[in-house]
Protein backbone atom coordinates (compact mmCIF):
# COMPACT_ATOMS: atom_id res chain seq x y z
CA UNK A 1 0.00 0.00 0.00
CA UNK A 2 1.07 3.37 -0.84
CA UNK A 3 2.06 5.78 2.20
CA UNK A 4 0.45 8.88 2.27
CA UNK A 5 2.11 12.01 1.26
CA UNK A 6 2.87 14.58 4.29
CA UNK A 7 3.28 18.32 3.47
CA UNK A 8 5.16 21.04 5.80
CA UNK A 9 3.51 24.09 6.17
CA UNK A 10 4.94 26.93 7.84
CA UNK A 11 3.66 30.67 8.51
CA UNK A 12 5.76 33.78 9.93
CA UNK A 13 4.69 37.25 10.15
CA UNK A 14 6.35 40.20 11.37
CA UNK A 15 5.55 43.82 11.98
CA UNK A 16 8.03 47.25 10.77
CA UNK A 17 9.45 44.69 8.15
CA UNK A 18 10.93 41.42 7.86
CA UNK A 19 12.47 39.08 10.51
CA UNK A 20 15.60 39.40 8.71
CA UNK A 21 15.40 43.48 8.27
CA UNK A 22 14.99 43.75 11.90
CA UNK A 23 11.48 43.66 12.60
CA UNK A 24 8.84 42.62 15.45
CA UNK A 25 8.18 39.38 15.26
CA UNK A 26 4.09 38.74 15.88
CA UNK A 27 3.31 35.04 15.05
CA UNK A 28 4.57 32.01 13.64
CA UNK A 29 2.83 28.58 12.83
CA UNK A 30 4.23 25.10 12.14
CA UNK A 31 1.74 22.25 10.84
CA UNK A 32 2.27 18.66 9.24
CA UNK A 33 -0.84 17.92 6.77
CA UNK A 34 -1.83 15.99 3.52
CA UNK A 35 -2.16 17.48 0.41
CA UNK A 36 -6.68 17.74 1.25
CA UNK A 37 -5.99 19.86 3.83
CA UNK A 38 -3.75 22.72 2.24
CA UNK A 39 -6.22 25.10 1.73
CA UNK A 40 -7.79 25.19 5.00
CA UNK A 41 -4.52 25.02 6.99
CA UNK A 42 -3.17 27.97 4.57
CA UNK A 43 -6.14 29.88 6.01
CA UNK A 44 -5.55 29.05 9.15
CA UNK A 45 -2.53 30.20 9.28
CA UNK A 46 -3.15 33.47 7.61
CA UNK A 47 -6.18 33.97 9.96
CA UNK A 48 -3.74 33.13 13.08
CA UNK A 49 -1.36 35.53 11.77
CA UNK A 50 -3.25 38.82 11.10
CA UNK A 51 -4.97 38.37 14.02
CA UNK A 52 -2.72 38.37 16.90
CA UNK A 53 -2.41 40.95 19.89
CA UNK A 54 1.00 41.43 19.39
CA UNK A 55 0.16 43.83 16.20
CA UNK A 56 -0.62 43.78 12.93
CA UNK A 57 1.85 42.12 10.90
CA UNK A 58 3.37 44.43 7.55
CA UNK A 59 5.28 40.74 6.20
CA UNK A 60 4.08 37.54 6.33
CA UNK A 61 5.21 34.46 4.83
CA UNK A 62 3.54 31.13 4.00
CA UNK A 63 5.11 28.35 2.47
CA UNK A 64 4.83 24.68 1.99
CA UNK A 65 7.18 21.60 1.27
CA UNK A 66 6.50 18.02 0.76
CA UNK A 67 8.42 15.69 3.29
CA UNK A 68 10.29 13.01 2.38
CA UNK A 69 11.17 11.22 5.42
CA UNK A 70 8.87 9.02 7.23
CA UNK A 71 6.23 10.62 10.03
CA UNK A 72 6.72 8.77 13.42
CA UNK A 73 3.36 8.44 15.32
CA UNK A 74 4.15 9.91 19.20
CA UNK A 75 2.14 10.06 22.34
CA UNK A 76 1.22 13.69 23.74
CA UNK A 77 3.12 14.16 27.18
CA UNK A 78 1.05 13.24 29.84
CA UNK A 79 -0.72 16.56 31.05
CA UNK A 80 -1.00 18.41 34.63
CA UNK A 81 -1.94 21.55 35.16
CA UNK A 82 -0.45 23.60 38.29
CA UNK A 83 -2.62 26.69 39.64
CA UNK A 84 -0.15 29.60 40.88
CA UNK A 85 -1.23 32.50 42.35
CA UNK A 86 0.92 34.98 40.61
CA UNK A 87 3.97 35.09 38.35
CA UNK A 88 6.56 35.02 41.25
CA UNK A 89 5.32 31.42 42.51
CA UNK A 90 5.07 30.16 39.00
CA UNK A 91 8.36 30.97 38.35
CA UNK A 92 9.49 29.58 41.65
CA UNK A 93 7.50 26.06 40.67
CA UNK A 94 9.24 26.19 37.46
CA UNK A 95 12.53 26.25 38.49
CA UNK A 96 11.66 23.47 41.07
CA UNK A 97 10.38 21.42 38.41
CA UNK A 98 13.25 22.57 35.86
CA UNK A 99 15.67 20.23 38.67
CA UNK A 100 13.34 17.97 39.63
CA UNK A 101 13.84 17.16 35.53
CA UNK A 102 17.75 16.66 35.73
CA UNK A 103 18.76 20.14 35.23
CA UNK A 104 21.48 21.44 37.60
CA UNK A 105 20.15 24.20 40.25
CA UNK A 106 23.33 25.95 39.14
CA UNK A 107 22.23 25.44 35.50
CA UNK A 108 19.09 26.60 35.89
CA UNK A 109 20.36 30.40 37.51
CA UNK A 110 22.56 30.90 34.79
CA UNK A 111 19.45 30.62 32.48
CA UNK A 112 17.68 32.53 34.48
CA UNK A 113 20.51 35.28 34.48
CA UNK A 114 20.13 35.64 30.65
CA UNK A 115 16.71 35.10 30.00
CA UNK A 116 15.62 38.50 29.96
CA UNK A 117 18.30 38.74 27.07
CA UNK A 118 16.61 36.43 24.69
CA UNK A 119 13.23 37.48 25.11
CA UNK A 120 13.54 38.88 21.79
CA UNK A 121 14.60 35.59 20.04
CA UNK A 122 11.72 34.26 17.63
CA UNK A 123 12.29 30.56 18.85
CA UNK A 124 14.07 28.87 20.73
CA UNK A 125 17.45 28.34 22.62
CA UNK A 126 19.51 25.31 23.54
CA UNK A 127 21.05 25.31 26.53
CA UNK A 128 23.60 22.60 27.41
CA UNK A 129 23.39 21.19 31.20
CA UNK A 130 26.67 20.32 31.41
CA UNK A 131 28.59 23.80 30.77
CA UNK A 132 25.70 26.14 31.74
CA UNK A 133 25.79 27.81 28.75
CA UNK A 134 23.67 28.79 25.49
CA UNK A 135 25.05 26.00 22.64
CA UNK A 136 23.03 26.54 19.54
CA UNK A 137 24.87 29.23 17.17
CA UNK A 138 21.31 30.62 15.87
CA UNK A 139 21.53 33.77 17.57
CA UNK A 140 17.37 36.15 17.34
CA UNK A 141 16.41 33.47 14.99
CA UNK A 142 16.21 30.76 17.71
CA UNK A 143 15.98 27.26 17.09
CA UNK A 144 12.42 26.67 14.98
CA UNK A 145 10.68 23.28 15.61
CA UNK A 146 8.34 22.28 12.71
CA UNK A 147 7.10 19.62 10.99
CA UNK A 148 4.69 18.58 13.95
CA UNK A 149 1.06 18.23 14.01
CA UNK A 150 -1.60 16.30 16.65
CA UNK A 151 -4.40 15.91 13.82
CA UNK A 152 -8.02 18.20 14.98
CA UNK A 153 -10.56 15.35 15.95
CA UNK A 154 -7.84 13.28 18.43
CA UNK A 155 -6.25 16.66 20.09
CA UNK A 156 -10.32 17.74 20.86
CA UNK A 157 -11.04 13.89 22.25
CA UNK A 158 -8.18 14.64 24.30
CA UNK A 159 -8.85 18.10 25.58
CA UNK A 160 -12.26 16.83 26.00
CA UNK A 161 -10.79 13.84 28.19
CA UNK A 162 -9.02 16.15 30.66
CA UNK A 163 -11.13 18.79 30.30
CA UNK A 164 -8.82 21.71 28.58
CA UNK A 165 -10.07 24.60 26.33
CA UNK A 166 -9.79 22.86 22.98
CA UNK A 167 -7.86 25.79 21.89
CA UNK A 168 -5.24 25.67 19.05
CA UNK A 169 -2.68 27.11 21.57
CA UNK A 170 -2.45 24.19 23.90
CA UNK A 171 -2.46 22.02 20.71
CA UNK A 172 0.34 23.27 19.35
CA UNK A 173 2.59 23.97 22.42
CA UNK A 174 1.66 20.39 23.63
CA UNK A 175 2.71 18.97 20.03
CA UNK A 176 5.74 21.11 20.43
CA UNK A 177 6.72 20.13 23.50
CA UNK A 178 5.82 16.38 23.18
CA UNK A 179 8.23 15.90 20.02
CA UNK A 180 11.36 18.27 21.72
CA UNK A 181 10.79 16.09 24.62
CA UNK A 182 10.62 13.19 22.87
CA UNK A 183 14.27 13.48 21.71
CA UNK A 184 17.03 11.64 23.61
CA UNK A 185 19.18 14.46 23.85
CA UNK A 186 16.31 17.01 25.86
CA UNK A 187 16.33 17.01 29.54
CA UNK A 188 13.74 19.51 29.70
CA UNK A 189 11.62 22.84 28.42
CA UNK A 190 11.04 25.88 29.99
CA UNK A 191 8.34 28.17 27.72
CA UNK A 192 5.70 30.92 28.29
CA UNK A 193 4.60 33.32 25.29
CA UNK A 194 5.29 36.33 24.24
CA UNK A 195 1.80 37.45 23.56
CA UNK A 196 0.40 40.18 26.02
CA UNK A 197 -3.09 38.62 26.80
CA UNK A 198 -1.48 34.45 27.93
CA UNK A 199 0.32 33.89 30.90
CA UNK A 200 -0.25 30.07 31.36
CA UNK A 201 3.53 28.33 30.54
CA UNK A 202 5.17 25.14 31.47
CA UNK A 203 8.13 23.33 32.22
CA UNK A 204 8.22 19.97 29.95
CA UNK A 205 10.77 16.89 30.77
CA UNK A 206 10.46 13.06 29.98
CA UNK A 207 9.26 11.64 33.37
CA UNK A 208 6.70 14.51 34.57
CA UNK A 209 5.31 15.20 31.07
CA UNK A 210 4.00 18.45 30.46
CA UNK A 211 3.66 20.92 33.79
CA UNK A 212 1.54 23.67 32.68
CA UNK A 213 1.90 26.70 35.22
CA UNK A 214 -0.77 29.29 35.40
CA UNK A 215 0.85 32.61 35.63
CA UNK A 216 4.48 32.68 34.41
CA UNK A 217 4.51 36.67 33.63
CA UNK A 218 2.33 39.65 34.26
CA UNK A 219 -0.50 40.45 31.63
CA UNK A 220 0.41 43.10 29.12
CA UNK A 221 4.12 42.13 29.07
CA UNK A 222 5.76 40.89 25.76
CA UNK A 223 8.65 39.11 26.55
CA UNK A 224 8.41 35.38 25.82
CA UNK A 225 10.58 32.40 26.47
CA UNK A 226 11.77 28.92 25.53
CA UNK A 227 14.51 27.16 26.54
CA UNK A 228 15.49 23.28 25.35
CA UNK A 229 17.83 22.53 28.03
CA UNK A 230 19.69 19.51 26.71
CA UNK A 231 22.59 17.39 26.90
CA UNK A 232 25.15 19.06 25.34
CA UNK A 233 27.36 16.05 24.74
CA UNK A 234 25.75 15.56 21.76
CA UNK A 235 26.48 17.14 18.32
CA UNK A 236 24.40 19.85 18.49
CA UNK A 237 23.97 20.72 14.76
CA UNK A 238 22.13 16.90 14.71
CA UNK A 239 19.88 18.02 17.59
CA UNK A 240 18.62 20.87 15.81
CA UNK A 241 18.05 19.30 12.51
CA UNK A 242 16.13 16.27 13.99
CA UNK A 243 14.32 18.93 16.16
CA UNK A 244 13.66 21.08 12.59
CA UNK A 245 13.44 18.37 10.58
CA UNK A 246 12.05 15.32 11.50
CA UNK A 247 8.36 15.03 11.06
CA UNK A 248 6.13 13.73 14.34
CA UNK A 249 2.67 12.96 14.30
CA UNK A 250 0.88 13.20 18.08
CA UNK A 251 -1.92 10.41 18.57
CA UNK A 252 -4.08 10.19 21.75
CA UNK A 253 -4.85 6.92 22.57
CA UNK A 254 -7.39 6.12 25.83
CA UNK A 255 -4.87 4.24 27.14
CA UNK A 256 -2.29 6.95 27.91
CA UNK A 257 -4.52 7.77 31.04
CA UNK A 258 -2.91 5.76 33.07
CA UNK A 259 0.26 7.82 32.24
CA UNK A 260 -1.41 10.72 32.97
CA UNK A 261 -2.87 13.14 36.06
CA UNK A 262 -5.92 13.91 35.39
CA UNK A 263 -6.21 16.77 37.58
CA UNK A 264 -6.60 19.74 35.65
C1 LIG B 1 2.74 30.29 23.26
O1 LIG B 1 1.64 30.79 23.21
O2 LIG B 1 3.63 30.70 22.52
C2 LIG B 1 3.10 29.21 24.24
C3 LIG B 1 1.98 28.81 25.11
C4 LIG B 1 2.41 27.81 26.18
C5 LIG B 1 1.34 27.32 27.12
C6 LIG B 1 0.14 26.70 26.48
C7 LIG B 1 -0.80 26.06 27.50
O3 LIG B 1 -0.61 24.90 27.84
O4 LIG B 1 -1.71 26.75 27.97
MG1 LIG C 1 3.50 34.07 20.47
Known amino acids: MQEETFYSVRMRASMNGSHE ?3 KHISGGERLITFDNMKRTVNALLEK ?22 VKKIHPLPMKTNEVESPEEGQSLARFLLERAGVPRKVVEKAYQQISEWSGIRGAVVFDIHTGKRVDQTHDKGVRVSRMDWPDLNFEQWAQRYGVPSNPRIKEALALASKVNEHPATVAELCWSDDPDYITGYVAGKKWGYQRITAMKEYGTEEGCRIFFADGSVNVNTYINDLEKQPI ?15 K
Open 49 to 70: GLSHSRGKPDFMQIQFEEVHEP
Open 249 to 263: LIEWEEDDDSKCDRK
Open 21 to 23: DGG
